[in-house]
């Protein structure tokens, strides 16, 4: 390649100085995307080294503490065989952003590549990735996913993939008009005058250039699959008892709640309400970055 | 009006055979062995033989999709393994109480969500439009499943003023003599109001906990599509005529302001009825959701497989009656068709 492109010019001053300094810019221009962010420092800390520092094993019960509330030694109390709800609730963060962030990054390969396709090459492509999101579309998603798990068997992986099919026309929707707009672009066309094959336009022009975009997206549903997720596990689907899940832990707390022990349910809806809610506010700050015109 | 429906109609006919299609899918060509399943973990080969045989698994892959389709024609979704009942008709007798909560819960968001999105792009920039921002960021992110639980908490817990989250009527309560199934008309055309106080007091919490889920989505449109046409040039005129401002806002703005959230209403039809099955779950009611829930948890796939495709059907039809409300409310729609 010859041609100067705008993605291959070179980026002024790249490294860490500059990523915290755009990090700054975006945070001091709307502190409701600084507070997302400093959430989702949060999730990632207790993710990855929460399991280490709990002051209690998730998994160990201790039936002479059962069912206690909230105490010094117990911050969110114990469940109904004495295992500590906060260690619970810290080790669970791993898991539920795991299977959200594995299915995103499925969703966002496979819907994304196939929008792109869709939108760049039209014709027969566009039909058949039309039909298929269509009759996804057709299904209340949430149901499909409960009859896809049911169907695929009752793992972690097949709520991960469920969740990702469900997601996948909203994907192919965005991905789609991002390349169709692309299509006939400038660079696009220097990149076919340079022999370039299409599929390689599509991959090193056309996606590098709807990346932002993508992002928005995947932060936008990272929220909805937490949720999803959540809810399978609630009505038994997916994660089995008693890996920490804060679906389960709140299906658990349920049996509880009308005797009066809040605190079972509480503290892992909590959790989940937190985790949706930095993803909701970051995908909407994100979007005010990318996409002003969006701002709603 | 009659050609706008038709065509309508034959827009829905490629989802209708789509939906089918994944539903026969979804059994036959996954991993697994069907009839192994379908015989249980204790079979011998011989039983498996047999039930491969009686299912039509032994068939070729396009044959059982005719014979699974024939059966539909029929309205036949087969039977429960855990029950023996035939599936068709447990999720009819079952349908009325999901259609009532989703339509209770659906009715209510729609009288709270519609007049506060009016009311935030009125007044915007005011306390009532940053309110309606919190309480949709909030809204969406809010497990509906939780929702309910913190509600039965205060609500029958503490405060004690709703009763114990278990279902359509209190055990000792028989239900009303069955004319729609809804249990608050059925009630009333008895002319019985004691029943109808006790189901709708059992019915209030849950229908809240899917109201609170619906109303995000449905605030948040009302408000972006009347600020884009309150400030569009018909509304200035009309102001600029000396029209009062309830005539501007209500007559003038809202019934184009309509249009999109209409069109929003399909997106929150996919939400409600999946909520619905939580929601279900949560408060032990005994709608198909439920029904499906009970059969996931015995590994019972017919019922699964049936309330799939019950909800699909279900969520195709309201899909073309909201098309159809759109060719009712715009003249422009109608037009195109």
């Known amino acids: ?109 496979a819907g994304g590549i196939a929008g792109i396709a869709s939108g760049f090459f039209g014709g027969w492509t566009d039909r058949i990735i039309g039909r298929i999101s269509d009759t996804i579309m057709a299904f209340p998603l949430f149901v499909l996913a409960m009859g896809i798990v049911a169907a695929l068997g009752n ?96 299906a658990e707390g349920a049996t509880y709640i009308i005797s009066g022990e809040w605190w079972i349910a509480l503290f892992p809806g909590l959790a989940l309400m937190f985790a949706v809610f930095c993803f909701n506010l970051l995908g909407d700050g994100l979007r005010d970055i990318v996409d002003p015109q969006r701002r709603t | 009006m009659l050609k706008l429906i038709g065509s309508r109609l034959a827009t829905a006919v490629p989802s209708l055979i789509g939906v089918v299609i994944v539903t026969f899918l979804l059994t036959r060509v996954l991993p697994g062995d069907t009839a192994a399943y379908f015989a249980g973990p204790a079979a011998t080969p011989q039983a498996i033989a047999e039930i491969r045989t009686k299912l039509g698994l032994d068939k070729p892959l396009p044959a059982q999709f005719l014979d699974y389709v024939t059966a539909l024609a029929k309205g036949d979704l087969g039977s429960s393994l855990s029950t023996g009942q035939p599936v068709a ?75 114990a989250p278990l279902g359509r009527l209190d055990a000792f309560a028989s239900p009303p003599p069955e004319v729609t199934g809804f249990y608050l008309i059925d009630s009333l055309i008895a002319g019985d109001f004691e029943t109808f106080r006790a189901s709708a007091a059992q019915l209030v919490i849950p229908a809240v906990t899917l109201a609170i889920f619906a109303l995000a989505p449905i605030a948040r449109m009302t408000r972006a599509s009347m600020l884009a046409v309150l400030s569009s040039e018909f509304v200035r005129t009309a102001r600029a005529a000396g029209l009062t401002p309830y005539k501007v806002i209500i007559v003038y703005a809202f019934r184009n302001a309509m249009l999109p959230v209409i069109t929003t209403l399909g997106m929150v039809f996919s939400f409600l ?15 198909i959701g439920s029904y499906a829930v009970e059969a996931l948890i015995t590994s019972d796939f017919a019922p699964v497989q049936g309330f799939v495709l019950a909800m699909a059907v279900l969520y195709i039809v309201l899909n073309l009656l909201i098309d159809i409300a759109y060719g009712v409310i715009d003249p422009r729609a109608r037009s195109e068709a």
Not at chain 2, 273 to 287: C, D, I, Q, R, S
Request: hydrophobic share 55%; proline share 7%.
């Open chain 1, 1 to 109: 390649m010859t041609l100067a492109n705008p993605a291959d010019a070179p980026r002024p001053a790249s490294g860490l100085a500059a990523t915290l300094r755009h990090a700054h810019y975006v945070i001091s221009d709307n502190p409701v995307t600084g507070l997302a962010f400093g959430m989702f420092l949060i999730l990632v800390v207790s993710a990855l080294i929460g399991p280490f520092v709990v002051p209690y094993d998730p998994l160990a019960s201790n039936t002479a503490m059962a069912l206690s509330p909230p105490s010094t030694a117990h911050w969110f109390g114990t469940d109904q065989l004495g295992r500590d709800i906060f260690s619970r609730v810290i080790v669970a963060t791993g898991l539920d952003m795991g299977i959200a962030i594995c299915s995103v990054a499925l969703v966002f390969a």
């Open chain 2, 273 to 287: 009825l999946g909520a619905n099955v939580l929601v279900e779950k949560v408060f032990a009611w005994p709608g």
């Open chain 2, 89 to 163: 008709t447990e999720i009819r007798n079952r349908l009325p109480a999901s259609a009532e909560l989703t339509l209770a819960g659906l009715i209510l968001a729609l009288l709270i969500a519609i007049p506060y999105g009016i009311a935030a792009a009125v007044k915007q920039g005011t306390w009532v439009d940053h309110s309606c921002r919190i309480l949709t960021t909030a809204g969406v992110s809010l497990p509906v499943f939780f929702t309910g639980l913190l509600l039965v908490y205060v609500f029958y817990f503490k405060l004690g003023w709703a009763p």
């Open chain 1, 155 to 250: 793992t972690v992986t097949n709520i991960v993939i469920a969740t990702a099919i469900i997601n996948f026309p909203l994907y192919v929707r965005v991905a789609r008009s991002e390349a169709a707009i692309r299509r006939q672009a400038g660079f696009v066309q220097a990149a076919r005058l340079t022999g370039n094959g299409e599929w390689r336009i599509l991959l090193t022009q056309i996606l590098p250039n709807i990346m932002p975009i993508m992002m928005v997206q995947m932060s936008l549903t990272m929220g909805y699959a937490i949720l999803n997720a959540a809810g399978l596990s609630f009505i038994g689907l997916g994660v089995r008892p008693p890996t920490p899940e804060w679906g389960i832990m709140v």
